[in-house]
Structure formats: C-alpha cells, structure tokens
C-alpha cells in the first residue's frame, strides 16, 4: 500500500504540475474574487498613507477637486470590502473619514469659484456634490448597522441630511429638472434617504419639489425654466420622460452610459429597500430597456456608436459600463450573452449584481454577444422618429457589418443635425464614420477638455454626416430652436428576413418646402463576401437647389472612375455651416453615369458605386480649414454634389471585400464586382434600382414610396415588364444563366 | 483495494477534466505538429482537385502565373510532408507533376511578354524563374532517393540541368551580378546542383560564371555592367560583398527578410551536403550575423525600422521570416530568446530547424525577447558609416523606446537621401517616423503595385525624414550618382551604460562646403517616466544658408507655445526636393527662445522642447500637395525653419510621458516637464547643453566635437565653473536640493 499511494501521489503531482505549467499559467479566481482582491490592495495603500479632507477651492483637476473625488470612491470600496471581508477595519476607516467630513461640512459655504448655474460646497459644481453622495450613500449603508445609535445620529445631522437639504430644496435649478444633473441630485438624496429611512428624502427624491414652493424666474444652465413645460420632476418623471418606450435615450449612447448610473445605482437601492414601489417593473421595466439599449448601440469592436456629441472610444468595456452589464443580467432575466460582456471587461462590481454575474462566467454559461438588429423609437412617447441599427454577419463566423441610420428628434443640447444620416461599422469598426464630437474630454491643453468650438462650427453641421445637405446650409440651419421643433418619421422597416433588411424614413421640416426620403438596405447574398449597404435619397422641393451627399469613408482612397483634378491651391470650401472647415483636394466629373470609389482601411477594400447625373461633381475633400488650434481631425471625405434641380434621387451601393496586409503583401479581391448600378424607375409613387455581379448575376429591388402597408400588393411595369409583389418592398434576383 | 483504485481513477478523471476544462481549451500539438497539420490539409485539397502545368503567358497577377507560382510551393510543401510522413502519395505526386514540367519545358522560348532585363522561360522574368526552381529543388531532394535511377536521369536531363543552365550561362546579366536577383539564381543552380550532385553547377553557384565567357558591354536592369567593379560573382563574393561584417545589408531590413531567403536555403544545403566548405563560419559566420541584424533591426511591435525602401508594416511576424528565426536557433547557437519569436510567429518551418525550435519551445526553453543596443557598420567592409539602434526600457516591464540613427552609405537604388536622420519608436509602434516607401506592393490599382513616382518626388527625399535640408535641397541634390560615392562617418558612441547612451555621426559631403554632426542620446532617469530623446545637430559652412529640420511626429497636437498663424489659402511650399508635396497649414513664431511641442498619440503624450534663435520659424505642415492620385498619407509634420546663417546647432529634447484612453477620459501626466532647456556652450571643441526638470534638478551634457578619444581628459569652463571629464561625452544632474 504504501509503494502504490506514493505512485498514486507522485501522479497527482505530475497532474498538477501539468495543469499549471508556466505557459499555461492562469488566474483562476474568479472575476468577482479577483476584483475585490486588487480593490482591497488599493483601499490598504489608501488607509495606509491617510486620506485628506481639504477645504475645498480648486477647479476640476486641481488638488481639492481630485482629492474630495478620490475619498468617494475609495469609501465606496472599503463598504463593499467591509461587506464582503467582514473586516472591521474597513467600516472604522469609513466612519473616521464620514467625522471629518461632518466636520467640515457644516463650515462650508457654497464653492469659492463660482463658476457654475449650481455652484456646489465639496466642489465647484453640485453635479460633483451629488456623485459624491452617491457613492458614499453606499459606504454609508455599508456601515449603518454597525455604527452605534449616537454616531449615525450624528452623521444624519450634521452631514448627510444638511447635504441632501442643499442639493434639493436650497438648489432647485439643479435638483428639479428633467436633465441628467437632476438624476444625480434625485438619486443621491433619495439614497441617502433610503439609508437613513428618512422618507421625507426619498418622496422628494421620487416626486421633486412642490412646484409652488420654486421660484418662477429660476432658470437651469440651459436657460430653461425650472417651472419647465413638463411641470414635474423628481426620480419617477425622469423614469417618465428620459427614455423612450425602449429605453432609448435622446443624447445618444455616449451620454446614455454616462446617466445611466443614477439611475440603476437608485433604482436598485429601491428596489431593495422600497420593494412595494416595483420600481424595476416601473414602466414596463424601463430601466432594463435602457440597460438593453446601451448594449445594443455599439459596433463589433464594442464602441459606442458616436451619434451626436460623443467622445469617440467610449466603449462597452469600458469600467463605467461593468454595473450596467451586471445589473442587466441579475436583475433583468440573465440573459448569458451579457456574461461574454462581462468576460470582456474582465471585471464585476462589487455587489450582489457582480457576484451573480461572476458564479454564471465561473460556471461557463456565457454564451456569445451577438446581436440582431434594432429599431429604437425615440420621445419620451416613442413617437418621434428613431433610430435603427441593423446588423449582418458575413460569410466567415468573426465577420460582421452594421449600419445606424438615424431619424431622431433632435436630442436636445448634444444632438446634430443629421437626419437620415447613417454610419457603418464592420468587425475592425468605423468604415463611414460619424465624426462624433469635437471634444478631448479632460484634456486641459484642449479647451479645458470641454466642447470645443469646433463641435458647434464643425461637428454638429450636416455636412460633417452622410446626410444630405441642401444649398450648403445645415438642417435647419443649425438651430436647435427650430429642429427641436420636428422630428422625421419611419416610413417602413423590414428586418424579418435576416439576408435584406430595410429601413426607411422622412423629414420634410429640414427644409422649408422639401421632402427627404431615405431608404437603407442591407443584402446579404452568397454572390459577396459580405453584406452590401445599399442606399436610395430622394428629395422633391419647389425650388431648385444645390445638393451635396457627403460620404466620410475612413482609410484611403485606392482609385475612381473620374477625371480629376487636383487643386494646387486649396481655399475653404465656403465660410459657414461647416464647409469652412472643408479643403477640396480634388474636384471631379464622373464618367459613364456611373461613380466608383475604391478604398482601403484596417485590412479591407471597399467600393462604392454610385449613380450620377451628366451635371454631377464629385469633390474629394479633406477636413482640416480655419482650424486655428487644430482641433479636427484631418478625415477623407468624398462629396457627391449635384446642382440645380428640385428633385433629386441618390443611389449607392457599397461593397466591402477582400483583405490585405504589408505582413504578407498578397491582396485578395481587391476590386469591387458590382456593374450597371441603374434607377430603373423613380416616381413619386416607385422607386427601383438594379445593379448586376461582373458574373452577370442581377438584383433589383423596387420599393413602393407611399404605401409602406405589408398586406397591399403593387404591380409596376417596368421597361415592358411586369412586377407584382405585396408589401412596401421587393427583392428580384436574376441569375446570370438565366439572365443570358 | 477496489474500492481505492475508484477513487484513485476519480481523482485522475477530475484532475484531467480540470486541465481540459472549455475555458483553457487549447491545442496541445506543437508548432511543429500544428503546421504539418495544415500543410496536409492544404496539399491533400490541391493533390484532389489536381493541378495544372499551363504554357506561360501572363505577367504577374495573371493565371499562368500564378499557377507556377502555387505550383512550387504545393511541390515544396509536398517535399515536406514525404519526408515527415513517409505517405508514398506525396512523392507520386511530385514526380508526376514534375514530368509534367519536364514535358513542357523544353518546349518553351523565353516568355512571350518581353518586359523584363532577364526574361524567364516559366515566369515573366527570371527571378521567378529561379524562385521556383529553389523551392522545387527541396521538393527534389525529399523524393530523390525514392525515384528510380531511371526516372532521376530523365528529370535531371530534361528539366532541371537546362533549367540551371538558362538561368546561369544561358542569361549571365541576371546570374553574374552582386545583387539580390542573383542570389536567387545561384541558390537556385547551386541548389538543384547539390541534389543532382552536379559538381559543376555547384561550382557555377558558388563562384560565377568566369568573366572571360562574358559579353564586355552586358549590362543589368540597374545599367550596371556585369563585368563589374567586384570582377567577381558567384555565392562566395556575394556573401563578401552583400553584407557588412555585422549582417547589415545596404538597402535595410525590408530588404534583407526577401534576400535571406535564398542565402539561407542554399547555404542550409551545402552545410548538409558540402560540409567540408563550412559555409555556415563562413567570413566569420556572416549568415548567422545576417539573421541576427534582421531580428534586431525591429520596432518593439516587431515591424521592421522602415529605412529606405521600405513596405511599412513588413515584420519580425511576418510568415516569410519564420525559416529566419528557425536557421537562427538551429544553425547558430540556440539563442532562448528566438524561441519567443517563433511563439509570435506561430509556426515553423518543415524542415530539421523547424523541428528542433519546436520541441525547445515545447519543452519551455523560451525566453524573453528584449534586445539591446546595437551599432551596425555598413559596407562590405564595414567601413562605410552605419546605422545605430539604440534601446532602452521604461518603469513598466513592457515599455521600450528605440530609436534608429541612420549614418549608412546610400543603400544603392534602394536609398534615401537622409544622412543623419533618425526615426524614435515605443512599445506601441512608430512615434517619430521614417516615411518608408510610396508603394503599395502588389496593389493593382496604385501603379500595379511598383514603386509609384512619389517614391523618387517625396519618399526618398531628404526633407521626407527627420534629416537637416539646407537651403530646401535635398543631400547630395536627390541624385544617388553623387550620393553613392560618399558615406557619413561614425564620430563616436558609448552604450556601454543602458541609462545613457549616445551615438554621434558626422557627414560632410552632402551639400558642398559644409559639414553637419548630429549626436543623439537616450538619457533614462527616474524623473521621467520614459528615456529622454536628445539631439544635437551642429552644421557649419562657408556660406550663409537656409536651414529646415523636420519632426515627422505621428499623431495629433494638443499645444505649442508659438504664435501661429493659419493659412486659409494652401500652396504647396515649394517646387521640387519633396516640397511641392507640403503644405503648410499654420506658420509659427516660437517665443522666448525655446520651442515646446506637445502632442497624443496611441494612447500616450509627447512633448519635444528645442532652443529657438529669434528669428527661427516654425512651419506646421501636412502631406499631400501635388498628389493627384492620392498616393500619399496626409502625414502631420513640424518644421524647425533658420535662415541667413553659415552655422548653426539645432538641440531638442523629447518627452514621452503620461497615458490617455476615451474608454475612462482619465489624462495622466499630459504635460512635459522640461524647461529651460539651453545650449551653455557651442564651439568648435565642444558643445553642452542644459535643461530643468519643473522640480528644479537639472542635466548638463558635454560633448567633445573633435576628439572622441575615451582616454582623453577634457576641461571646461561654463559660466565660471570648471567642468572635468573623461571620454567624449559627460553628464552631470544636480538636484534640486543642491542647486538651491
């Protein structure tokens, strides 16, 4: 026995060695585990030096500002360590650094700087007060049970109540809005309340301030009256009127992500410790839609889709999103392909959310992200336009292309003027990019790190997006106040079938006495490599016009069809609505009817054929004029500009095929395969296009522009023959044997 | 018992499942395995569908063509997997395709495109021609053994001995030269010689044709007459002429990976079947020396330095430089370091090398690849200048700056005009960059992917590169037949301590009358997060000049600390020497004598600080005038512009510190901390400078400028203060403490 249990355990040596041989080496602590191990490291080194709690007067990034941001977050870890460690350390470090800020507070009066329309105590802004107590709300909670009777008491009084009183009733400009500052006030009062139990904090929090107790005059940093044209305010409006049906959010992604953590941080606090409020069924689950809506707008790469003012970058792995793919998977049905998500960002919060996420990834139940496609209804009633994003995967598994086409409402202060833009993503990301905003946020070289002015000459014109431009003026005129106005409407959307998928819109308010209607396609079909991005535009006014379709391709430009030529002076391209900002390298005619533009980018080639006009121009420009600190970047963009006509129809197809790389230098594929793009009807009431594959393989599509009713049945002759379908579109493939 | 053994074979099946588990699934075979793997998958699909011999006709790209071009490498792969696997398939098949060749190829006249200085028979030119027959002769050899008697005499006489002679006597203009086309060719003759074991073609490789069987007027595609300067070719003389004595060859790394290849093969085979030459000492061991300055001569991402010619991209990952990497391990002392490489790589070669790096990296013997300095002679001799690489690593176990200074001969047809430029890297890939070529290789639609004529108007241009231009001229006017008869010089250099390394060069011929010396350091420091960038360039001359230092930095400028005026109207910046290439986008008045130039790019900050004269001028440029088909990258540069002097000394200091990502908007240290950067003394003998940390330590370094004699003592008087040192150069850092 003896010789026999030596072997047997010279052979689990052997097994072990094997399974943690350095190549292999691996953490095997699961996510939850290994995130509260490195918070636990950074909170030690913290207790360890001693944290400061200035008398606050500096800006952001000055040494009062950063230092009263870090005390947040570094009491928020210690609660979740005392919770989770049970060490008594941790609760003792929270309660010593809540005295001194109960010390400190009462002496306080509002920020020295005076810089804001809120100006904060802690530090220049509420908005920082209210994140402040957001986070420590939950330090606080951590500890309430542990701390003796007298000292909460204290603490309620002196600090926590005083501080909730003066982010709420003596700041209602910052408190009662419908605005995501206002989330943050809402949700850090009414947290506070919960851990209090002080139900005066929490009505307010829910409810807003009685609207006779504000004074009529008082006005937010947006100018708008506090006494606004909703008449209500608190956490459950916002619930209201934040969102759309489906959680999609006005300002975008970008800012989605951004106030989305009021809201969830509250939302599960509530859930918790008011459950009779249901405040996650609230709305039909609002806050899960939203969660669902952020997920659902970023490319393959995970990057938020940088619609209207968005910092380009900010993406699905990002550490501010960790608590919305927890909270989305624990509160709202586990859904397993957010576990990939998880996986991907490598980290959990330290909460039950976290903890539920990491024992799913633990168990190996994720299962791959891989969404379909969308369409998002904007307004707080889900009836003012939207925006679809619509998603195919190519031949090979890891390939994938996605379009946002965008038929919004303005989206308030941080929305562009755009409708019926889009932008396309694939696998490697950006390909007809956005340019998102102009902005390099916190980067004090660049304007403090604030919106430059650039985002308003530049970034928010029309001419910046693939949307049609009139006149070379923006849509309506670049003026909120008049776009805020309007909204474009869906006129169909088919994506029942996964291999053509169609959405269409209109805007008639952009300009006065003009009509635009876009349709977008994406056809996948055996004959491409992958799915082509198909796009018809026509627009019908009373006045002649100048039109400009721009197209902002990333990469460079391979070669075209045109006669070119160059310009050996480059002058700005006009003196407003963004085209100052515009170089015209180059300006040229199209031959043969027919535009083809060949790129490459990240690995790939693209072409896109267009169908021109004898009359039409193309201007190949570069964005970079009357930029004096040189805050643009200097992005390719092709103008496809057609002058002196009412009536306009644009049609382009875009390929993506092919691959390449200086590793191996052997390109495949790298032209296009698509010939005799052709509008083969345009009316009023019909618009059809045909293009055919170099093999002689023809698709036409035809879609009815008045009557998108899927149960009526058109029938349309075309060059002597006849087509009958049902529905407000149609898909006929010809192949080339029987073409021939 | 029973009971136990259970138990015992539980615990086992438990230990394996944990070692097998889905999340650290992964391939156990070895590199080796795995690429045998796919070598039969990939020969058993072509073996099925079979394979064609076509009569020639095509160049390049077309079907003909390519299917030689497949042909060689199935036959080869074919080879390989006989050898390894003994399936008696793969040797059938590659005897009958080659009686296939055998049949076809004394049919056939040259090939009928006539494009080439040295037409093939198989391929448009000869090169493919010899291509082929390297690659076929290992296929050969795997099955020569196999072959009846019979079968071998019919190959060897009908194929492959008229193949070596065609290639070899049969066109001398190819066969005969020192160039990379004729190592393929006597790789190729010498090669099929060995299997055959034709002594004579042997002896042709190794040593050439003899000149008295030369025509006296031929001449090769460079015009050079082959009856040349060397009056030798052959092998041997290449491997005396092709590379310094350290490996580095003329025309740079892009290069050297595509002429190893046959350097390799052929001297791989007479090691095994001529071991009494011991071709692998040869001249020292010159093929190890080779494979070794082509694995040093890599930025930290593993691309290749991009000098002169060069596809940027091309890297040390790259397939083609696998059997590189192999030899290197196998041939030439096992280096652990190379077993990392080929990790990255992913693969081995088929062959002894290939097998032996694999079971080394199976059995764990990698180690890390972390190169350090190294300073490369060039010219056969090793007397004609060089090119410096010099390295240094960050705080953080990953991070590396390098950088490349180029005070090499003119590289022949390959060269750049850019005598004392250099080019700076860090661990994510370019920051100050050499623009490589203006080439899209094998990309039909830029010029069919040959040099475009923007190789010769911009990339070979000296205001290209981060090289002085004086007076807008280029060195040595652009003209290589007055470039290649000069070569700068090698001044001085210490490496010898990793925090402080120097190298200095000097060049004298580039413009007449005038003499430049630039010396550069990498000075690594606690204060700084990364290695200082320091240069000196000292010009002197006869008469009064304009001088141009272009910073090609990569990325986007967050700030200077000039006046700048923009230009709303671009003109090129000038007519010719690259400049009708430029505009310039801002024109810049430096203020208070010192230039600070600060730039993001790839995630992390830039700041580079140089002494301005009053009346310098800062030109913000961009790439791209004069451009018509859009051939060139819209390239960022800075140009640091002095007029109306006979000398003068341009120093700067560059900065990489602090990190960024829009994925959490966090700024780190995005500032540079130098100032009162100062040229304390600038004389004939010696030159100093000075700067500041803001913490107020300061650096001084000394430099001797005409005696770099390490045993030399030097004494100094600065300011009234005695400085004494020995060698040429001298640092001194006072701290803060100390200097107040």
Redesign the interface.
Known sequence: MIIRNHI?IC??AL??A??T????E?NTDTLFEQELARTQVRVDAIMEQGVNVPVPKDMAGGYTHEEHKRNWSTLCDAGALFTHTGDKRYATFIRDVLFEYAELYPTLPRHPTNRSYATGKLFWQCLNDANWLVYVSHAYDDIYDWLPEEERKQLNEQLFRPMADFLSVETPQFFNRIHNHSTWACAAVGMIGLVMDDDELVDRALNGLPPESLPDDLRDNDSGLIKDKYGRAGFLPQLDLSFSPDGYFAEGPYYLRYALSPFLFFGEALDEKRPGLNILEYRDGILGKAINALVLQADPTGDFFPINDS?????L????VVKSVDYGYYLYGNDPSLLTLAEKQGTVSLNAAGKAVSDAVAA?KAEPFRPTSVLFTDGADGKEGGVAVIRAYGAEEDHASVFLFKYAAQGMGHGHFDRLGYSFYNERGEVIQDYGSAR???????GGGRYLKENNTWAKQTVAHNALVVNQTSHFDGEISKAENFHPNLYAADISNPDFQLVSATENNAYPGREMHRSMWLLKDDAFQEPLLISVLRTSGSASASFDLPLWYKG????NNCD?E?N?????LGTNHGYQHL?A??NCKPKEGQLQF?W?HNGRFFTQTSVTDAEDEVL?V?L???????NL??A?GLIHRRNGRANATFISVLETHGS????????HD??GHITDLNLVVDSPEYTGLSFNHQDGTQWMILISNQNADPSVSHNLNINGRAYNWQGVHHLIKTNNNESK
């Open positions: 047997f052979i689990i097994l072990f094997a399974c041989s350095p190549a292999e691996k910092h380009k970058g900010m993406s792995y990002s550490d501010e190996g390099w946020v916190n980067i004090d070289q660049k460079q430009m391979l070669e070119c160059i050996n002076v480059m002058k700005p170089w390298e180059a060949n490459f190949l570069r970079g004029a009357n930029d004096p600190e040189m970047r200097r390719p390449y790389t200086p590793r191996n230098e052997i390109p790298p032209y």
